[in-house]
């Protein structure tokens, strides 16, 4: 099994920036593809980055040259840098993980990822 723990959301103006952190613990975290996924209020649930186990990274188009995903695997920790945010950023932000593939070519889906945090709220004023 393994647990996620999101931390670092919170309120910042447009242009500014945040960093999310997901904490894992439980076995083999580093053979476990690691996903940025947010959710707006009333909105499906939807894919922002994902990060391999060798460290092949993909966004969704609407982050592309603003967030970055990154990956410690000592620390047992990734994180999503997230710069020159915009209203239409704010959502609660989920970490997600998942022993399948991740790919630089596609996204996998919501589904194929069995380990979830309870999300942390980005809220993100004009």
């Known amino acids: 099994q393994v647990q996620l723990v999101e931390s670092g959301g919170g309120s910042v103006q447009a242009g500014g920036s945040l960093k999310l952190s997901c904490q894992a613990s439980?076995?083999?975290?580093?053979?476990?593809?690691m996903a940025w996924f947010r959710q707006p209020q009333g909105k499906e649930r939807e894919v922002v980055a994902t990060?391999?186990?060798?460290?092949?990274?993909r966004y969704a188009d609407s982050v592309k040259g603003r967030f970055t995903i990154s990956r410690d695997n000592a620390e047992n920790t990734h994180y999503l840098q997230m710069n020159s945010l915009k209203p239409d950023d704010t959502a609660m932000y989920y970490c997600?993980?998942?022993?399948?593939?991740?790919?630089?070519?596609?996204?996998?889906?919501?589904?194929?990822?069995?380990?979830w945090g309870r999300g942390t709220q980005v809220t993100v004023s004009s």
């Open positions: 990060i391999s186990t060798a460290g092949i990274k």
């Open positions: 439980g076995d083999s975290w580093s053979n476990l593809c």
């Open positions: 997600a993980a998942t022993r399948q593939y991740c790919s630089s070519d596609y996204f996998l889906s919501r589904t194929s990822f069995p380990y």
